[in-house]
């Protein structure tokens, strides 16, 4: 079975801050592995995704990831944000097999809050 | 033109009474899923339908039943609601495999 661990609940940073979620996963296989935001009573949006190739993904927004897989991680980073990035970060992942159908398995997510 | 959309966006309803959750996708996929997020954000899913047939069935009270009556269409009907049941829940789609899945924008579901 899938698993998805978030470190961070919650993060308070100050605009023009540097930001890095941590997140790592546990599967027996090969993973595809999605950053979705949550932005404030809104629904949820792919930041970005792996699924092979370059393991350095670049996101919408200014966000990027890197899926180290020695360490079961994708970690999203963002080098300078802003007041409205300010939302609910969720990691997922899938079995790349497509085993158990497309079965998102998301971590608990991680509350950032951006001060003006 | 909204890729997935939901309704109702707000649903307050007694203890025991019977409700439904319509879903629309027009993106052409043919995987469609309901998620349920619970009060502390926390999402997990509940089913997923391939070309209207069941795929996925998570541990899931048999009170919940979906149906999809088409591709493009997961229904989410919920018989003798319970305070538990309180939720926002998410339909999403894709096309069939891994790909990504594309989110509506919730139904909050309060059981009073």
């Known amino acids: 079975a899938q698993s998805v661990s978030q470190h961070n609940h919650h993060v308070i940073l100050s605009e023009a801050a540097s930001l890095e979620l941590g997140c790592n996963y546990s599967y027996g296989g090969t993973v595809n592995l999605f950053w979705y935001v949550q932005y404030p009573g809104q629904h949820l949006q792919l930041l970005l995704k792996y699924f092979s190739g370059d393991p350095l993904v670049k996101g919408i927004k200014g966000f990027e990831a890197e899926f180290i897989k020695s360490k079961f991680s994708f970690n999203l980073r963002k080098p300078s944000v802003q007041w409205s990035d300010t939302a609910e970060y969720f990691c997922?992942?899938?079995?790349?097999?497509?085993?158990?159908?497309?079965?998102?398995?998301f971590g608990g997510g991680t509350r950032v809050l951006v001060k003006p | 033109d909204t890729a997935v959309s939901q309704t109702p966006k707000y649903l307050v309803t007694q203890m025991g009474n019977d409700k439904s959750i319509k879903c629309e996708q027009n993106?052409?996929?043919?995987?469609m899923y309901w998620y349920k997020q619970d009060s502390k954000k926390f999402l997990k899913i509940m089913f997923s339908y391939n070309n209207k047939e069941l795929i996925i069935n998570e541990t899931v009270p048999n009170r919940f039943s979906p149906k999809s009556p088409d591709k493009a269409h997961l229904n989410l009907h919920i018989n003798s609601l319970e305070l538990g049941d309180s939720a926002v829940y998410f339909c999403?789609?894709?096309?069939?495999?891994?790909?990504?899945?594309?989110f509506g924008p919730g139904t909050r579901l309060t059981v009073l």
């Open positions: 993106l052409g996929h043919d995987t």
């Open positions: 997922a992942v899938n079995a790349a097999s497509g085993a158990a159908g497309n079965k998102l398995t």
């Open positions: 999403a789609s894709s096309r069939y495999g891994t790909d990504t899945q594309y």
